[in-house]
Structure formats: structure tokens, C-alpha cells
């Protein structure tokens, strides 16, 4: 389901620690243009190799690389703020830790599929799991099961039922040979509803490449992104003003109709339950989100 990878739990410490030491790199992959290597290394090694983790589908590159922009930025956002105490810091901070872990879910449900999977074949397989949370990026831009239960009853296009192969040429149009973010009609919709800041092509998509000063405006643009409401009416994407965090509300994509209709939302945890039964959820992903905690395990063997 869309906010399936969503911790309801409380983050620990340990969950903290091992979320924020990992690196992944994307890689090129010599001879075989139709795919790219993740590499993965240890932020606290003295020398810091990067090590062969998977192999992935070349057309998720552009939406990897977006990914994994947006998840360093929350970890360096939190290894800055942590230890603030200034309410303008306080308050956030427990959601953005929230949203890193499940970015961090997000990542490993992406991965672990394609661990020791043949070379050969890796060009032609699906992942199911991130295509549906590139889904609800692109339609919702938030993924916390508060915001998800708001889109549904809202909308009467049932998220979990959409494939991402329906969306036609806007997801088949995308160009390999590009890194930038901007590669299919609604993608560049969604793109320019970020900040630069957030959608990272400023900075090279490197978070080493961000100055010191940048920081705070940068929590205030994560912040304003995760904490902004639904709009159940679609207009097109207005530039940004100067004041980078005055940016309209998100705006739900024109792919579906949208209802307009305050309405009262649901017990989440009913709606969990219904979601659960699809047909053929239990295939692709785990039984319950209580074994997500699982998707750790193959870094934790690596790091500990």
C-alpha cells in the first residue's frame, strides 16, 4: 500500500544510527548501458570503499537519483538540527526522522528484490515496490498514513490499483541518457513543485556540495514540503517567489480525478486492513509493516 513503508512505531537510536551510516552511490556499468550498480559504504570507516550492493533497471535512474537526493538530504538535515533545541527545530524534527526511516525503507524494499539476481535479466524485471512509491510522490508528495487516508477518501482513484505502466507515454518517455530530474511530462510537473533545494539539481544531487550556510533554508524547505496540506484542485505549476518557503500547497496530479470533498477521514488502521486485502499485495511485499524492520538486516550485518 502507499504509506506501507511508514514506521508507525518510535524511531530508536540504533534505527537512527544505522540509517544515517550508509552510503549509496550510483554507478555506470561498463559494456551494459541498460542497467546501474548500487555500490554502498560506511560513512564512519576510516577509509570508506564502496562495495558492489545490487544491480538495478537503467529507467530508474532518474528517479533514483531523486531518491536518494532527497534521503541524504534529511539525514544531513538531521545530523545539523539533532541537538538543536530552538522550537523552530524541535518541532519538525520528529517527523522528519520519520520521514528519513521510511525513505530508508523505501530504499532497502527497492534493493533487496534484485540481491543476487542474475545481471542478464536485471534490464527487463519491475519493482514493483518502488514504482508504487514513485506513484505516491508523484500524485501526493507525502507518505505518512494521516495524508494517504486524506487522498483516499478525497479521491476515488484507488492508489493501490494503479500500475505503473498505465500512465503511457508519461512514463515511457524517459531519457536514459540524461541525469536530470526532468525527464517525463509529469515528472516535470511534480519537479517544479520543489524548491531547488528540494529537488536537488542545484547541488549536483550531492549533498557534499551543499554550503554550510545553505542548511537552514533548507530545513525550512523540507519542513514547509512535509507539513503543507492537500489541494484538491489542479492548476498548473507556478514558479517560486524569492521567499523559497511561500510556494503553493501541493497540488495532486492530473493523472486522477479528484473529488474536492472535505470529507471525514477514516480509522487508518481500518483502512489497513482493507488495503491488505488486494489481491496479490502479500506477493510483492511483506505480511505487515512490522517486518519491515527486517529490511535492515542485510545492512546491519554489513555495518555492525
Known amino acids: 500500500m502507499s504509506d506501507y513503508y511508514w514506521q508507525h512505531a518510535t524511531v ?11 552510503k549509496y552511490t550510483i554507478n555506470d556499468v561498463e559494456g551494459n548501458a541498460d542497467v546501474v550498480e548500487i555500490k554502498q559504504s560506511n560513512v564512519h570507516d576510516k577509509v570508506s570503499v564502496p562495495i558492489h550492493r545490487v544491480y538495478l533497471p537503467q529507467r530508474y535512474r532518474t528517479y533514483l537519483v ?49 540481491v543476487d539476481k542474475d545481471l542478464k535479466t536485471v534490464a527487463e524485471d519491475d519493482c514493483p515496490n518502488y514504482e508504487e512509491y514513485l506513484i505516491t510522490e508523484f ?34 518517455i524517459i531519457i536514459i541518457t540524461s541525469k536530470s530530474m526532468i525527464g517525463v511530462p509529469d515528472w516535470q510537473k511534480y519537479a517544479e513543485r520543489l524548491t531547488p533545494g528540494l529537488e536537488g ?7 557534499d556540495d551543499v554550503p554550510d550556510e545553505d542548511f537552514v533554508r533548507l530545513w525550512k524547505e523540507v519542513e514547509m514540503w512535509y507539513w503543507q496540506e492537500l489541494d484538491p484542485e489542479w492548476s498548473g505549476c507556478d514558479t517560486y517567489t524569492s521567499a523559497v518557503w511561500a510556494y503553493p500547497p501541493m497540488i495532486v496530479s492530473s493523472w486522477v480525478a479528484w473529488s474536492g470533498e472535505k470529507k471525514v477521514t477514516r480509522d487508518v488502521d481500518e483502512q489497513r486492513m482493507e488495503q491488505n486485502e488486494d489481491e496479490g499485495h502479500g506477493q510483492r511485499r511483506f505480511a505487515n509493516t512490522n517486518q519491515a524492520g527486517h529490511l535492515h538486516s542485510h545492512k546491519i550485518g554489513y555495518y555492525n
Open 66 to 114: 531523486g531518491t536518494f537526493w532527497r534521503f541524504y538530504l534529511l539525514i544531513e538535515l538531521f545530523n545539523w538540527f539533532k541537538t538543536r533545541r530552538g522550537k523552530k527545530f524541535a518541532n519538525f524534527l520528529p517527523s522528519l526522522i520519520k520521514n528519513m526511516v521510511h525513505l530508508d525503507n523505501v530504499i532497502e524494499a527497492t534493493i533487496c528484490p534484485f
Open 139 to 172: 500524485l501526493i508528495g507525502q507518505h505518512d498514513p494521516k495524508t494517504v487516508a486524506q487522498f483516499r477518501e478525497q479521491c476515488p482513484t484507488n492508489i493501490e490499483r494503479m500500475d505503473y505502466k498505465m500512465f503511457g507515454e508519461l512514463f515511457c
Open 12 to 22: 530508536t537510536e540504533i534505527q537512527k544510527e544505522y540509517v544515517t551510516q550508509v
Open 201 to 207: 539539481g542545484k547541488y549536483s544531487y550531492t549533498i
